[in-house]
T-cell receptor, first 115, second 114 residues
């Protein structure tokens, strides 16, 4: 079975620029997560989708971050405008149901550097 | 406040030696506890998942224990290998809603030297 795919793997941008990340979850997985992982820390949930609906976006900085999951499959995460503190790895994960007691499968992540 | 604390922050051991990583949590209510291994430049990969009623679970050379009364878990690695060098993350899930929240620790960075 193919894993969670993410692109790009690396991105370097200047502050105030915009950037978008793409995630393709494992086929058939209803739940999709975006995490932000700052160096030396554990992942922090940004947003959780169940099919194409948002379940939890309480930690998403909505003034600059946005995410969508069209047709309940692929998802994009956008940052506009980027700040220096957004430098992190952005992980996408998917789960066959809601994730409680079920496995989350992570993608390789996108490493973002904001200069 | 729901938190997951891991210790030590980093650990260096020689190849072939055993080690134990610790995880303390204050998450309540509790649904399950997971240990993930994250290689550099990769996403986390699950090692074990334990529910309230389980107090030990093994996955090859990895053995996790859970004491739900004291809210502590440990991950024991036996006969370490160079490929065990990674960050090990403890994650606790609540059952406060039908779609539980996952609480992540900061991870323990393990380095295995030859």
């Amino acid at each position: 079975e193919a894993g969670v795919a993410q692109s790009p793997r690396y991105k370097i941008i200047e502050k105030r620029q915009s950037v978008a990340f793409w995630c393709n979850p494992i086929s058939g997985h209803a739940t999709l997560y975006w995490y932000q992982q700052i160096l030396g820390q554990g992942p922090k949930l940004l947003i959780q989708f169940q099919n194409n609906g948002v379940v939890d976006d309480s930690q998403l900085p909505k003034d600059r971050f946005s995410a969508e999951r069209l047709k309940g499959v692929d998802s994009t995460l956008k940052i506009q405008p980027a700040k220096l503190e957004d430098s992190a790895v952005y992980l996408c994960a998917s789960s066959p149901t809601d994730g409680v007691g079920y496995e989350q499968y992570f993608g390789p992540g996108t490493r973002l550097t904001v200069t | 406040k729901n938190q997951v604390e891991q210790s030590p922050q980093s650990l260096i051991i020689l190849e072939g030696k055993n080690c134990t990583l610790q995880c303390n949590y204050t998450v309540s209510p509790f649904s399950n506890l997971r240990w993930y291994k994250q290689d550099t430049g990769r996403g986390p990969v699950s090692l074990t998942i334990m529910t309230f009623s389980e107090n030990t679970k093994s996955n090859g050379r990895y053995t996790a224990t859970l004491d739900a009364d004291t809210k502590q878990s440990s991950l024991h690695i036996t006969a370490s290998q160079l490929s065990d060098s990674a960050s090990y993350i403890c994650v606790v899930s609540d059952r406060g809603s039908t779609l539980g929240r996952l609480y992540f620790g900061r991870g323990t960075q393990l380095t295995v030297w030859p």
